[in-house]
């Protein structure tokens, strides 16, 4: 089992910066893979970022170059570095693992606003 915990989501103006981070119960290398989703209001849930165990990264074609995710083995911690945000940037951001079975954090809430 794994209980994953984000913190770092904000207010924020357009351009600026951000840092999630994704607090998880046991070794993240022992977690197959790692992912930042994202929920804005009325729209889907949608991957933004992926690292698998071998450290391979993929990004959503929104958030390339401007996203990166990232992961610190001492912590245990999974991180999103968010630069150059924009307003359709705003939504709820989740952690998600996939260990044998799927789990979820509870969210955190990222605006872009000014």
């Known amino acids: 089992q794994v209980q994953l915990v984000e913190s770092g989501g904000g207010l924020v103006q357009p351009g600026g910066s951000l840092r999630l981070s994704c607090a998880a119960s046991?070794?993240?290398?022992?977690?197959?893979?790692m992912d930042w989703y994202r929920q804005a209001p009325g729209k889907q849930r949608e991957l933004v970022a992926t690292?698998?165990?071998?450290?391979?990264?993929t990004y959503a074609d929104s958030v390339k170059d401007r996203f990166t995710i990232s992961r610190d083995k001492a912590k245990n911690t999974l991180y999103l570095q968010m630069n150059s945000l924009k307003p359709e940037d705003t939504a709820v951001y989740y952690c998600h693992a996939l260990y044998y079975t799927a789990y979820w954090g509870q969210g955190t809430q990222v605006t872009v606003s000014a």
């Open positions: 046991r070794s993240i290398f022992s977690i197959q893979t």
């Open positions: 690292i698998t165990r071998s450290g391979t990264t």
